[in-house]
């Protein structure tokens, strides 16, 4: 009878922990695992929608971040190209007014490092609020096994 018991016992702690793990790995700890959104396309409707997707993430509490590289880099100029600031149906927000929004939010924005340096802009051109992404900096996101990361 004992060993019945002790073994319904094992029984019931086996078909236990998975669920218990699965619950665990369900709920994810601040808002869930880190984001980081890879912009680099020069496209409006494609960087508006990542943008959105940024934001949508944000809004249930997920840390996010972007990085903006290659022709993606000049919506944070503070006087950026027109295709830039062209309001897109349906809401009429263009791409780089919902980057500004973002920024506002405390949303951490960066252009590649190599992004200025190959532009006839420089550090004065950014929005207030965006930096120079480094190298070193970007790979330690990328290495966080937490984070996910999206490009566009």
Partial sequence: MLRSLIGGLALSLAAIMPA????????PD??????????TSGAPQTQLMALI????????????RIL???AAGDLALAEPPE???????????????LLSALVDQGVTVQVCAIYLP?????????????SVAT???IAAVMADPATRFFTF
């Fill in 20 to 27: 218990a793990a699965q619950d665990e790995a369900a709920t």
């Fill in 83 to 97: 295709a830039a600031t062209a309001p897109l149906a349906p809401r009429g927000m263009s791409p780089h007014g």
């Fill in 68 to 70: 903006l590289c290659d």
């Fill in 53 to 64: 997707l940024t934001r949508a993430s944000a809004a249930e509490g997920v840390p996010v």
């Fill in 30 to 39: 601040a808002g869930g695992a880190p984001i980081l959104t890879v912009l």
């Fill in 135 to 137: 190298p070193p900096e």
């Fill in 118 to 130: 190959n532009t006839t802009h420089d550090a004065d051109d950014l929005i207030d609020g965006v």
